[in-house]
């Protein structure tokens, strides 16, 4: 069907002459319209739980640059606040959260099915999303991964190298597996609520899978992926789902057939050039622009866009960044960007 979304398209296998194009955290903090919404929200929580203003920033970057695809506004720290966890956010760190770090920490949390209330305004969100957008834009959905939840909710915030949630990994695995279970639960109720509001395809981001090794990959990036993916498939047939093991490296392959993703999405610390080799032979990739282009632009931005689209052109690809664009970004170099894409 040649009017179905491009991104669909690319989802469903098909190889275009240009790819889709839309990028991680394109609504945020480089945009001037941004940053006015969010001043009027007040917090970026109070952000995240107003349906339409968390609409509105979802909408801005479609209107400036036109995306093939509209990623819904929300954080991947939502599901441990439904939970019962304590989440707020300091200015200029990032998030804090409370921490989970034995049993009765853990019994303290809600059960998956009793989080929907908190998170209804997120469901309008995609609701009011799926009415407004372009009929030519796709709507994605997105949760973090049931391992990069809880490295938050263990440390408390986030940290360099997850040290604390490797800790109770190895010191308690009780709890750490008890964790991991109820996340694992709340992404697939989390996520079959935003396709059943409109949501047309969602995203798994696994922020920290680098920091997992040999079997520990398997056990807690690889498998929680899996069973995620296989319940909404049962529940959802024919949406996709990308997967996004953050620094897998090698872990990269063979992933997309492992889980069950129809699409896998890859950081910059791997070449175009080496996952056209060994992860786009299964199917869909994303990615993998270097979100520091975003900042400096010029020819090495061209080159490499290029140099990206030309290498994985013999299969189905979405072009994207390796990484969220950051707030220092020039909103110009995103047009470059777009540019260069659809000029080829």
């Known amino acids: 069907m040649t009017d179905r979304k491009k991104l669909l398209r690319a989802l469903d296998g098909e190889t275009q002459k240009v790819p889709p194009i839309w990028m991680m955290r394109q609504a945020g903090r480089y945009l001037p319209e941004y940053r006015a919404t969010r001043a009027q929200a007040g917090d970026f929580l109070s952000l995240c739980y107003n ?11 479609i209107r400036r640059y036109g995306f093939d695809a509209a990623i819904l506004f929300a954080d991947i720290l939502l ?15 990032g998030p804090r959260l409370s921490t989970i770090t034995d049993m009765a920490g853990f019994n303290a949390l809600k059960p998956a099915d009793a ?27 997105f949760a973090g991964a049931p391992w990069t939840v809880a490295t938050y909710m263990i440390a408390g915030r986030g940290t360099p190298d997850q040290g604390p949630a490797h800790k109770l990994m190895t010191e308690a695995p009780e709890v750490f ?13 989390y996520l079959s609520m935003q396709i059943e509001a409109g949501a047309e395809t969602v995203k798994i981001f696994d922020s920290w899978a680098g920091s997992l090794k040999g079997e520990a990959f398997t056990k807690y990036a690889l498998e929680p992926t899996k069973k995620i993916i296989a319940a909404l498939k049962a529940k959802h047939p024919g949406v996709p789902i990308i997967a996004f093991p953050r620094e897998a490296g090698d872990g990269y392959i063979g ?19 080496w996952a056209a080799e060994h992860v786009q032979v299964d199917g869909c990739v994303q990615g993998n622009l270097a ?26 690809h979405i072009f994207n960044l390796g990484h969220g664009i950051t707030p220092d970004a020039d909103p110009e170099n995103v047009q470059l960007m777009i540019d260069t894409v659809r000029a080829q």
């Open 291 to 316: 979100s520091s282009h975003m900042v400096t632009g010029g020819q090495a931005l061209i080159d490499e866009t290029r140099e990206i689209v030309q290498a994985f052109a013999n299969g189905p």
């Open 255 to 273: 992933f997309a057939k492992a889980t069950g993703a129809d699409c896998v999405a890859l950081d910059n610390s791997v070449s175009a050039a």
């Open 177 to 189: 597996d008890a964790l991991m279970d109820r996340l694992t639960e709340a992404t697939i109720a």
């Open 51 to 61: 349906s339409e203003l968390a609409a509105e920033v979802t909408l801005q970057p």
């Open 115 to 141: 989080m929907h209330d908190h998170l209804a305004p997120v469901y309008e969100t995609v609701r009011i999303l799926s009415r407004e957008l372009p009929s030519e834009t796709a709507l994605i959905g």
């Open 79 to 93: 599901i441990p606040d439904a939970l019962g966890a304590d989440l707020w956010f300091v200015t200029g760190e």
